[in-house]
T-cell receptor, first 117, second 111 residues
């Protein structure tokens, strides 16, 4: 299947600082990527849809000014957590959409674990 | 997108077939059934998807009932590495690509 990478795999930062997470499609071009967040022992929660060359679409309850998404190329989307606080500590996962003849498929990155102190 | 119902947990003996059920009684005609799994602390892994016919790949088989209101994911010879949370998701072909995850089934493969 298609390969999606994320960087960094884990990050620790101080409260009030900003953290950028990168999501790359390694062997295909992705016009659409998605960002999810997962708290311990919970399922994945969709945060936003990232479209190449246009503004991201955020799910209800997700602050767009806090979670900045940029999708400047067909292989890279970035999520910046601005002014991070301890409650932003979570597992952040991206995915990329791959069209196909039998409906499209999404492939996920390995995730980025963020700890805000 | 139609909602899905899965048992919260299941056990399976190593080497035996694991049959994971999923109910999606409100599925509509253009919605696909997708299965993903998530091993602890990793991103979800795509397993298989289908519309109405049964599907098989190197990882698993997907059996969809004729009325499409339920499906079963079959791992033919479960190994300890198949221990994971398995998610059944129903999604329309042209609905913005969103995958909405439920709680899934936590499969424990035991020696």
């Amino acid at each position: 299947g298609a390969v999606v990478s994320q960087h960094p795999s884990r990050v620790i930062c101080k409260s009030g600082t900003s953290v950028k997470i990168e999501c790359r499609s390694l062997d295909f071009q992705a016009t659409t990527m998605f960002w999810y967040r997962q708290f311990p022992k919970q399922s994945l929660m969709l945060m936003a849809t990232s479209n190449e060359g246009s503004k991201a679409t955020y799910e209800q309850g997700v602050e767009k000014d806090k979670f900045l998404i940029n999708h400047a190329s067909l292989t890279l989307s970035t999520l910046t957590v601005t002014s991070a606080h301890p409650e932003d500590s979570s597992f952040y996962i991206c995915s990329a959409r791959v069209p196909g003849e039998r409906g499209e498929t999404q492939y996920f990155g390995p995730g980025t674990r963020l700890l805000v102190l | 997108d139609a909602k899905t119902t899965q048992p919260p947990s299941m056990d399976c003996a190593e080497g035996r077939a694991a049959n994971l059920p999923c109910n999606h009684s409100t599925i509509s005609g253009n919605e696909y059934v997708y299965w993903y799994r998530q091993i602890h602390s990793q991103g979800p892994q795509y397993i298989i998807h289908g519309l109405k016919n049964n599907e098989t790949n190197e990882m698993a088989s997907l059996i969809i009932t004729e009325d499409r209101k339920s499906s079963t994911l079959i791992l033919p010879h479960a190994t300890l590495r198949d221990t994971a949370v398995y998610y059944c998701i129903v999604r329309g072909y042209n609905q913005g690509g969103k995958l909405i995850f439920g709680q899934g089934t936590e499969l424990s493969v035991k020696p």
